[in-house]
């Protein structure tokens, strides 16, 4: 199984990028799934998170700014992103627990898109 994350560019600030993780291999489904960013120097943060059912949560930053979203046919989850700040420069990961059968889950990362707002 893997993760491929794309979207990611530069953008002016108040500009908008919608990131996509898509999911490849012997995957049966996507239960829950999120976005985490990491920033030069910082530590890794949970941008947002949406589970099996539907369930999402934001972190206070990107709170009316940043959508997340699944297409569970495409097994790919989704991160719009609006009004973006440049605060918002990282690299953007995905983590999904992928069922590679009905029976077993495991986490994958993909590989991060990089996110440059300009001032």
């Known amino acids: 199984v893997q993760l491929q994350a794309s979207g990611g560019g530069l953008v002016q600030a108040g500009g908008s990028l919608r990131l996509s993780c898509t999911t490849s291999g012997s995957t049966f489904s996507i239960n829950a799934a999120g976005w985490f960013r990491q920033a030069p120097g910082k530590q890794r943060e949970e941008v947002a998170r949406?589970?099996?059912?539907?369930?999402?949560d934001y972190a206070d930053s990107v709170i009316g700014r940043f959508t997340i979203s699944r297409d569970n046919a495409k097994k790919t989850v989704y991160l719009q992103m609006n009004s973006l700040k440049p605060e918002d420069t990282a690299v953007y990961y995905c983590?999904?627990?992928?069922?590679?059968?009905?029976?077993?889950?495991?986490?994958?990362w993909g590989q991060g898109t990089q996110v440059t707002v300009s001032s």
């Open positions: 983590n999904a627990i992928v069922a590679t059968t009905p029976q077993a889950s495991y986490s994958y």
């Open positions: 949406i589970s099996d059912v539907g369930n999402i």
